[in-house]
T-cell receptor, first 115, second 119 residues
């Protein structure tokens, strides 16, 4: 069965510091992996996705993520965090090849940025 | 132009009422979804429609009934609302039925959510 684990419920970083949000997945086939961000009171915005090819994926807002099959991980990184990055971050794995797809989400990591 | 739009954005209603949430997408996608985000921010799929046909129907109370009049619309009707129905409901759409189709990558586009509060 598919599942996604985000081990860190809440992370606090200083503005300008680097960031890494962890994501581990469980899926029997080739995973389709996503990172979404949800700002307070807002909807879900896609940061980046991995389908195949280069395992280092660049996204919007200066984020990147690296797919490591051996570790079943898809960690999100940013070299220098801005105050506007404070939000909830969700990792998801996509499953399904026909009919319709299903996104299985992790429980999210809340990012707080301090000045 | 909003790609996936939901109305209303906020909905406050009393227990026992019947309410609907509407969703429309102008992306030409074939598949639409409803997700529920609970108070702990956990997101879980409820329904999926592909070309007006129900594809995924997760374990949700039968008080929830999706309706897809055409492939650009997927509405969610909820009967006899309960306190536990309070959540944020997200509509989403995607192209065709797979994430990778004929070499092209597809993903989801989410709406901005409807915050339902049952009092």
């Amino acid at each position: 069965a598919q599942s996604v684990t985000q081990p860190d419920i809440h992370i606090t970083v200083s503005e300008g510091a680097s960031l890494e949000l962890r994501c581990n997945y469980s899926y029997g086939a080739t995973p389709y992996l996503f990172w979404y961000v949800q700002s307070p009171g807002q909807g879900l915005q896609l940061l980046l996705k991995y389908f195949s090819g280069d395992t280092l994926v660049q996204g919007i807002k200066g984020f990147e993520a690296e797919f490591k099959r051996s570790q079943s991980s898809f960690n999100l990184r940013k070299p220098s965090v801005h105050w506007s990055d404070a939000a909830e971050y969700f990792c998801a794995v996509g499953a399904g090849q026909t009919g319709a797809n299903n996104l299985f989400f992790g429980t999210g990591t809340r990012l707080t940025v301090i000045p | 132009d909003t790609a996936v739009s939901q109305t209303p954005k906020y909905l406050v209603t009393q227990m026992g009422n019947d309410k609907s949430i509407k969703c429309e997408q102008n992306l030409g996608h074939d598949t639409m979804y409803w997700y529920k985000q609970d108070s702990k921010k956990f997101l879980k799929i409820m329904f999926s429609y592909n070309n007006k046909e129900l594809i995924i129907n997760e374990t949700v109370p039968n008080r929830f009934s999706p309706k897809s009049p055409d492939k650009a619309h997927l509405n969610l009707h909820i009967n006899s609302l309960e306190l536990g129905d309070s959540a944020v409901y997200f509509c989403a759409s995607s192209q065709v039925g797979g994430f990778v189709v004929r070499g092209r990558n597809y993903g989801y586009t989410f709406g901005s959510g409807t915050r339902l509060t049952v009092v």
